[in-house]
């Protein structure tokens, strides 16, 4: 089980490379199960340790993170088709000599 302890600081514990390394793979751990659908995963992979602030603003930036990944995700996709077409377009107006779209 990730263990996220977010009031480490607040109790002046040490923030070792170590910690933040940990923290790291259990988000990324997180966002991977988010983003691939899985609703459940947390409850059983994942222990969040704070007081109820610091877990909501932790769940909020997470749930942003998601969002902002999801997007990007949208945005190269969208990029990829919008190459895709432009390459179609240029070879099929080489090949044929008329202008994509039909006007």
Request: proline share 2%.
């Amino acid at each position: 089980m990730n263990i996220i302890d977010l009031g480490i600081k607040r109790r002046g514990g040490l923030i070792t490379e170590s910690v933040l390394t940990q923290m790291g793979s259990a988000v990324e751990y997180a966002l991977s199960h988010m983003l691939a659908g899985n609703p459940h995963f947390a409850k059983d992979s994942i222990k969040l340790r704070g007081t109820t602030g610091e877990i909501n603003t932790f769940l909020s930036a997470l749930m942003a993170e998601k969002a902002f990944q999801e997007a990007l995700m949208k945005s190269n996709a969208m990029y990829t088709t919008a190459d895709n077409l432009s390459k179609a377009v240029m070879d099929f107006e080489r090949t044929t000599g008329l202008t994509w779209p039909f006007k």
